[in-house]
């Protein structure tokens, strides 16, 4: 199974940046996507970022421009800058692999644990 730690979670003013970070690990594995999900407390979980392969990337509608993912192939690690960060911005942020492995006839999906991001003043 690949495993995924995330980091570059934490608490800034409103304005403020962070970037964070997901780095996948593991044997025979082929990412095809890589990227974050972001979920409040009652709240959905829903899609921030995405990166796809050798395609572009996909981001919510929310972003406004804003963030910005980027992916390390040689690392397999996948990156999120965010600035001009708002309170509403404010959840967990949870990294996400999909990946097939060497002779494999599905895909399969990895979630990391989930690093907080707190936006306040």
């Known amino acids: 199974q690949v495993h995924l730690v995330e980091s570059g979670g934490g608490s800034v003013q409103p304005g403020g940046s962070l970037r964070l970070s997901c780095a996948a690990s593991?044997?025979?594995?082929?990412?095809?996507?890589m990227g974050w999900y972001r979920q409040v407390p009652g709240e959905q979980r829903e899609l921030v970022a995405t990166i796809t392969g050798s395609a572009g990337a996909t981001y919510g509608d929310f972003v406004k421009g804003r963030f910005t993912v980027s992916r390390d192939g040689a690392k397999n690690t996948v990156y999120l800058q965010m600035k001009s960060l708002k309170p509403e911005d404010t959840a967990v942020y949870y990294c996400?692999?999909?990946?097939?492995?060497?002779?494999?006839?599905?895909?399969?999906?990895?979630w990391g644990q989930g690093t907080q991001v707190t936006v306040s003043s």
């Open positions: 593991g044997r025979d594995f082929d990412i095809t996507d």
């Open positions: 996400k692999v999909v990946y097939r492995v060497e002779a494999g006839v599905r895909h399969f999906a990895s």
